[in-house]
């Protein structure tokens, strides 16, 4: 069956019908459907979770929603790469079951007044740097997820905090949607594929490297201090502006103490000209 790109509540109802899936949510009454949110400008990173998404369930769903809600309102909303055609030809390549592309108006009727809001962790690390960011990418993520009604979805863990974020939010109001994080695809040469990197010149592309290089340094260290230094110095000697440097618990993105054993997460953010990158890695502390 080809694709079914729904752009509605009620064309969504029909898709999920057509495929045999239950009006409720889950998979209590019917074939299972996985979820797999994106905001378009789809590349290999995406696919990568459409393909582990397979792998969950019966059928596959890919929003495409450039959401206005998480844009703070000097970032690039109206700029961000809109690639609609090619998207749902990359869907339908994947063999993806239904591509939900609502307009905004979809979305948020003009009378919309209750939102999600992320609490405390939605303000530190990146969410210190975009203020409202984590509220707009939860709210969204909450109504996608009402709608379409998947049993699991999938996220990068590209978007380290988002991920977290989410997971925070499914536990504490008791979304039953089960959420799986994606590793981070590379290219060949380090960068972490973004659908921001379009907008990189090929000498800004060069600087870009420094991001998971000072990661790679990083991660070699064995200590929180040694590891944070290292990374920076590796940043610092780059022509970018680093947003910040943070080795964070995984799950509430809480800088580390210095005597953290276990699994952290090492998460970089810095702009090159214009553009701005983010960039992880986990690493694990003896
Ligand atoms: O990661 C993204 O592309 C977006 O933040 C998401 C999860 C689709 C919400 O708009």
Redesign the pocket.
């Given at each position: 069956m080809d694709v079914i790109v729904a752009g509605s509540r009620a064309e969504l109802d029909e898709a999920r019908a057509a495929l045999g899936i239950g009006a409720r949510w889950g998979d209590r009454d019917g074939r299972t459907l996985a979820l797999v949110?994106?905001?378009g400008a789809l590349h290999e990173g995406h696919l990568s979770l459409i393909r582990l998404a397979k792998e969950h369930a019966d059928h596959v769903a890919v929003?495409i929603?450039?959401?206005p809600l998480?844009f703070g309102p000097n970032e690039d909303f109206s700029r961000y790469p809109r690639t609609f055609e090619a998207d749902v030809a990359a869907c339908r390549t994947e063999g993806v079951d239904i591509v939900f592309a609502p307009s905004a108006e979809e979305m948020y009727p003009p009378d919309r007044q209750v939102s999600v809001s992320a609490g405390h962790m939605g303000t530190i690390v990146e969410g210190a740097f975009r203020p409202g960011h984590f509220d707009?990418?939860l709210t969204?993520?909450l109504k996608?997820f009402n709608l379409v009604r998947p049993s699991v979805a999938i996220?990068?863990q590209k978007?380290a905090q988002?991920l977290a974020m989410?997971r925070r939010m499914v536990a504490d109001l008791d979304v039953p949607v089960r959420i799986i994080g994606a590793p981070i695809v590379r290219e060949p040469d380090g960068l972490a594929l973004s659908?921001r990197n379009r907008y990189l010149s090929p000498d800004e592309r060069e600087i870009a490297l420094a991001l998971s290089r000072a990661l790679h340094e990083g991660a070699g260290h064995r200590t929180p201090w040694e590891i944070v230094a290292a990374t920076r110095q590796v940043l610092d000697a780059a022509p970018l502006t680093v947003d910040y440097v943070v080795l964070a618990d995984p799950a509430t993105f809480a800088e580390v103490a210095d005597d953290h054993v276990g699994e952290a997460v090492l998460a970089v953010a810095a702009r090159v000209g214009t553009t701005r990158l983010i960039d992880n890695v986990i690493v694990t502390l003896p």
């Open positions: 949110p994106t905001m929003s929603f450039v959401n998480q707009g990418v969204v993520v996608l996220f990068g978007d988002q989410i659908s």
